[in-house]
């Protein structure tokens, strides 16, 4: 397992799977070990996945400075990872919380990011909330489902800030495009790999300035490409939509049938679309800075 030093002296450490071009990878959570990300499914037949484990996450160290969670802070790990690599541009993909960090990533260093995939992805560095409403939005197409009645209330006990660790449990299937036996594995092993204080600090005050962001962002020159899921509530389609319009060169997806998860929802359908956005024409080579061109 690869290892690198941040700027502040904590060691950070990455999972390598696949082949190919790298694609750089942030998990969510926020703050939840890179494990849960698997192989984005199957997406590591096409790119070699680079994935990040968070300071005090999955097999990185925890750092000295408990303020260094915040999202913000957490820009110079990726620039770290980023130099570590020997990549003069990167390819980018984050996923729920982590859109932030990637967001505020390329505000900082609009250069250095190729592409900027968001899967399911906060914008909150942009000033884009995601409201109770939203989430019930989400919620109502999945009445006939057999587990809505028994999950419903503790889904609402979520957004109303008074969930117990058993809601969390119980509102697992409003995540998942199904709820099958895959969905509940990939639940029952992502329970553990949460950094909880971590998680409380990522959007402290002063994480994020929204104008200053869509400011920096005037500049990337980098295509986005938004993909949100049908069944989602964070964001909805129509708040992806909006979230697409606030950058320069963006283009949205929605995976129909697919809610937080969509590589385990439809692993074909977005593996296809995430291949096709990072393949197209003028997007299929990387640079280089010398002779560190392969990670690892």
């Given at each position: 397992?690869?290892?690198?030093?941040?700027?502040?002296?904590?060691?950070?450490?990455?999972?390598?799977?696949?082949?190919?071009?790298?694609?750089?990878?942030?998990?969510?959570?926020?703050?939840?070990?890179?494990?849960?990300?698997?192989d984005l499914g199957?997406?590591?037949?096409?790119?070699?996945?680079?994935?990040?484990?968070?300071?005090?996450?999955?097999a990185s160290g925890v750092p000295e400075d408990p303020a260094t969670y915040r999202c913000d802070r957490q820009v110079d790990d990726v620039e770290a990872l980023h130099a570590h690599l020997g990549l003069e541009t990167i390819d980018l993909l984050a996923h729920s919380a982590a859109g932030d960090l990637a967001l505020l990533y390329a505000a900082r260093y609009p250069r250095r990011v190729r592409s900027l995939t968001l899967v399911t992805a906060r914008a909150r560095a942009l000033g884009v909330e995601f409201?109770?409403?939203?989430?019930?939005?989400?919620?109502?197409?999945?009445?006939?489902?057999?587990?809505?009645?028994?999950?419903?209330?503790?889904?609402?006990?979520?957004?109303s800030g008074t969930a117990?660790?058993?809601?969390f449990d119980a509102a697992a299937p409003f995540f998942h495009g199904r709820w099958d036996a895959a969905a509940r594995a990939h639940d029952a092993a992502t329970v553990e790999q949460t950094n909880e204080p971590a998680a409380e600090a990522y959007a402290s005050p002063g994480a994020?300035?929204?104008?200053?962001?869509?400011?920096?962002?005037?500049?990337?020159?980098?295509?986005?490409?938004?993909?949100a899921g049908e069944l989602d509530g964070g964001p909805r389609p129509h708040v992806a939509e909006a979230i697409a319009g606030l950058l320069p060169d963006a283009t949205l997806v929605?995976?129909?049938?697919?809610?937080?998860y969509p590589?385990?929802?439809a692993p074909a359908a977005f593996t296809r679309t995430v291949t096709a956005f990072l393949d197209a024409p003028g997007r299929n080579r990387v640079r280089v800075n010398g002779p560190a061109a392969k990670p690892g």
């Open positions: 397992m690869p290892t690198f030093t941040a700027p502040d002296g904590t060691t950070l450490a990455y999972h390598l799977r696949g082949d190919g071009v790298p694609l750089v990878c942030l998990p969510g959570g926020p703050m939840r070990a890179s494990a849960y990300l698997g199957g997406l590591s037949a096409r790119r070699r996945l680079v994935l990040l484990d968070l300071r005090g996450t999955g409201t109770p409403g939203h989430r019930r939005e989400a919620a109502a197409p999945r009445k006939g489902e057999p587990w809505y009645e028994e999950a419903y209330g503790s889904y609402e006990a979520i957004w117990t660790d058993a809601d994020f300035d929204p104008p200053a962001t869509r400011a920096a962002l005037a500049a990337l020159t980098a295509p986005a490409l938004l993909l929605v995976q129909q049938g697919a809610a937080h590589w385990l929802d």
